[in-house]
């Protein structure tokens, strides 16, 4: 770009000097030569011309910076996963603390803690691990049950709690790698349990092709919801985040307003928002019913775990997948480079949506099948959020993640029942454990990790030099 | 005010950017810094503003050892930095950018602007700098925002005072302008560093040469070594400082645009009614000071403008109103102005970037699934052809030096079937060596019968590649002169005056 590609002769420095007279004497600064300052407003002035346009500034190009808001998003959302579990032990590590403050003995003790502090210090560990116990039973594997298959159960129910979150937060996860920040999971979830709910009970068909039309119709549900957010961005540049929250209390309001319609979605001769129960040729079948009917987990597990792979083949293998990154990534690059990325935008939208349908599905025809209200959803949408960030936007991650909340699910309620911890401290500490990831550098300060990306990309506050090694 | 910096080493893991550098500039000395782009140049320059702390090696001001905890301790030593990327605010007028940082006050916590204006006039007056304090930022051209940067220096009565590559976003002519101030300071007994890796402007102003290269110093020159020494002792290498292009074979015409003219977003015409014609076989370089259009022009011709009127035909087809896949897949390659924004995905790896483009059928998709096979052979194909230094097809661009992420760039237009080839500022933030690669190509491109657009800021590279030049100034064409017009009537013609002679060419 400089003198190497000089094309003259080499220069010995007289001519060179000489060279550089010339070229000063091309313009001085501008005032004091004012020939070339009159030439040049003279241009200027032709080249505003009659069209009378403004110049256009100087350094000034079309280029469109990165948003802060999508590189904070995109950090946010693809960091690496020692950042998660640590986040998670962290979180464990506060939430135990909580969990010593709120235990009454603890408190007791501490009056005299000067004076005896062993009882105190036993206090704290008898909550603590009592609790994280309970928590470990409740969801994994309970040692009180004499038979395998009664100590196991708990981690079957695990399973059925991380169900819909799984594919919740695959919807989310694949909208996070387009750039997209889905947050209308919990109208698509009503939309999607509404459409499979009524095919589910308003429609007498045969056992199995009943359940996958009811399936189909959740999810086609779910991903017309969400694609409507795709296609206002894609067409008019409306902000998705904005338009799902807004489509969340449409969807709600609309679902409660059917609930409460006779003839719609209300259960005959009952004056509930409720509808009637989910006929049986419908209902997922319990996949490990064969064991006994105390294991409820369903066919909804089975179909996330293909969800998953789905997910995963679409984003590491496919051509489509190629192409959500890149915008995901760099939607100008994406876009010089002749993908379509507004058409990107609505696809990843009907798939994404489409996964949070499967949540609402799974809700309705695998774990409330008694018919269901307005709080179908059980805030899945929004732990769906959670369970994405956790996982990092990535299938297998976000696999892990969601059965990890789905343990809290299951052991909370065990938590509170064995050891009397407010269930409000499990909630505590998964809000802590988003808390954390949101947080890279406090997680990497605490641990004392090296900054990301290791030591060889050094972030200089003003050279460029080093950025472009 | 005499600097020195003694053996200053400065690592970043296991990479060191600063291998125990001396340094010594002398009051009222131009001191030139020489090095390629990562040379560990601003690395050095950082250490020395209190923004890095050095592993070792000292900094001293007039024989005193500094310590420096961060910029404010730096500059209350004496030591102010004109930063290539301007650290002002553009909404903000001259004066109040000048004061910002340690804004004076009156009672009642008012700030006090008319000292501010006071400096800002004095300083100006003192250099002849013609800026007005109340002018806002972002009114002013990019030269003149360039001297409220010196200006906030010298405000804070810097005696030693740092540029780092002050010349990219400058005309020639705001650039000798800038030599100019640069004298006129050193007279003054300011002591300069002058950071670079343009060597005509080192060999004018410069008192001294310190060359780094891989973080050390690699050798001392005076402003009389020529280029080719310089350029040597910058890669490590003799360099080929000439591009070595036949006379161009001309084809039929290929390229034909029409009255073609570009609105932007708020309603300016920033081309405006631009025709010419490219033929096979020809380098059309079209040259101009940044912002003058042809940003919206290379743009317009793969289809990234929305808003074009007149006509663009390749080869007789009409791609004014083409998407940007049809253009691409026509046989257009472009290689985009700002690779880091619209040519390359950083968190992708390289073989994906090299696909990025044909992310639809053959020969990377089957059956809607990535061949993976195909790619990787494709990719190491690639690295080895262009000569990408890298520790695998499978590193992410974003790792690589501003050269080699430019030669995956280049790869990867260059190797479809093409029928144009747009490059705007091919080898900006490129390294030396890899400019004389990208270069070579571009011509080898020529050669073989592609008609290229090449759209660049620096005469030096306008002059080595075009067969022609075409000069735009404020979206409109100045003229279309031979490729061996001087540089004199180039820097006349792209402040907007059109040659006497030779108009058309």
Known sequence: MSDPQEPQEPRGDAVGAHDTDADVAIEEPAASSPTAATARESARAAAMGPAGTAPPAAGHTDVEPPSRWHTMGQQIVTGNAIISVLAVVLALIVGAIMIAFTDERVQETSAYFFSRPSDMLLAVWDSVSGAYAALFQGSIYNFRRDDFLDGIRPLTETLRFATPLIAGGLGVGLAFRVGMFNIGGRGQILIAASVAGWIAFGFDLPWGIHMIVALIGGLVGGALWAGIAGLLKARTGAHEVIVTIMLNYVAFYLISWMLRTPGLLQAPGSSNPKTPAMMETAIFPKILGFLGPQFNLHLGFILVIIATIVVWWILTRSSLGFRFRAVGENPNAARAAGINVPSVYVYAMLISGALLGLAGVSQVLGTVTTGFTAGIDAGIGFDAITVALLGRSRPWGIFIAGILFGAFKAGGFSMQAAEGVPIEIVLVVQSLIVLFIAAPPLVRTIFRLPAEGGPRRPRPLVSKEVEAK | ?505
């Open chain 2, 1 to 505: 005010m005499k600097l020195e910096l003694r053996g200053i080493t400065k690592r970043f893991g296991s990479l060191v950017a600063n291998d125990h550098i001396d340094l010594t500039v002398e009051a009222g000395e131009i001191h030139a810094l020489l090095g390629e782009n990562g040379a560990g140049k601003s690395t050095l320059m950082n250490v020395l503003y209190g923004l890095y702390q050095a592993d070792s090696g000292e900094v001293l001001l007039d024989g005193e050892v500094q310590h420096f905890a961060g910029p404010g301790d730096a500059m209350a030593a004496g030591i102010g930095m004109v930063h290539q990327h301007f650290m002002l605010i553009p909404v903000f007028t001259v004066a109040e950018n000048v004061m910002l940082g340690h804004e004076s006050t009156k009672a009642g916590g008012v700030l006090d602007l008319p000292t501010a204006r006071a400096k800002v006039r004095e300083i100006s007056q003192r250099f002849g700098f013609h800026v007005d304090p109340d002018a806002l930022v972002d009114d002013l051209p990019v030269g003149v925002q360039q001297r409220v940067e010196i200006i906030k220096a010298l405000s804070r009565d810097a005696r030693v005072l740092v540029f780092d590559e002050p010349t990219a976003v400058l005309t020639p002519q705001e650039t000798d302008e800038l030599m100019g101030i640069m004298r006129q300071l050193k007279q003054s007994g300011t002591s300069i560093v002058f950071i670079t890796h343009k060597l005509r402007e080192v060999r004018e102003v410069a008192d001294r040469i310190t060359v780094i290269r891989l973080g050390k110093v690699v050798g001392e020159a005076a402003p009389t070594a020529t280029n080719a020494e310089l350029a040597s002792l910058m890669v490590g290498r003799a360099v080929e400082l000439r591009v070595h292009k036949e006379e161009p074979k001309l084809g039929d015409p290929a390229l034909v645009v029409e009255g073609l003219t570009v609105i932007d977003p708020v309603g300016h015409l920033v081309v405006n009614d631009v025709s010419f014609t490219v033929r096979r076989g020809e380098i059309l370089a079209v040259a101009g000071v940044q912002g003058n259009g042809q940003t919206e022009l290379t743009e317009a011709l793969v289809g990234l403008q929305p808003r074009v009127r007149g006509s663009i035909s390749l080869d007789g087809i009409e791609l004014s109103t083409a998407s940007v896949r049809k253009i691409l897949d026509a046989g257009v390659g472009f290689v985009p102005e700002d690779r880091t924004e619209d040519g390359l995905i950083g968190e992708f790896t390289i073989a994906e970037n090299l696909m990025l483009d044909r992310s639809e059928g053959a020969p990377f998709i089957r059956a809607g699934s990535i061949q993976r096979g195909v790619l990787d052979d494709f990719a190491r194909e690639k690295v080895a052809e262009f000569d990408v230094r890298t520790q695998g097809i499978d590193e992410k661009v974003r790792q690589l030096s501003g050269g080699n992420q430019q030669k995956v760039v280049l790869a990867r237009e260059l190797s479809r079937e093409l029928r144009l080839l747009v490059a705007a500022q091919p080898t900006r933030g490129v390294d030396v060596g890899s400019i004389e690669f990208i270069h070579k190509r571009i011509v080898e491109a020529r050669d073989s019968g592609v008609p290229v657009v090449v759209v660049s800021t620096e005469l030096d590279e306008v002059t080595a590649l075009a067969d022609r030049i075409m000069v735009m100034y404020r979206g409109r064409i100045v003229g279309i002169v031979p490729g061996n017009t001087p540089r004199d009537v180039l820097g006349l013609m792209m402040a907007g005056e059109v040659p006497a002679e030779g108009a058309a060419a």
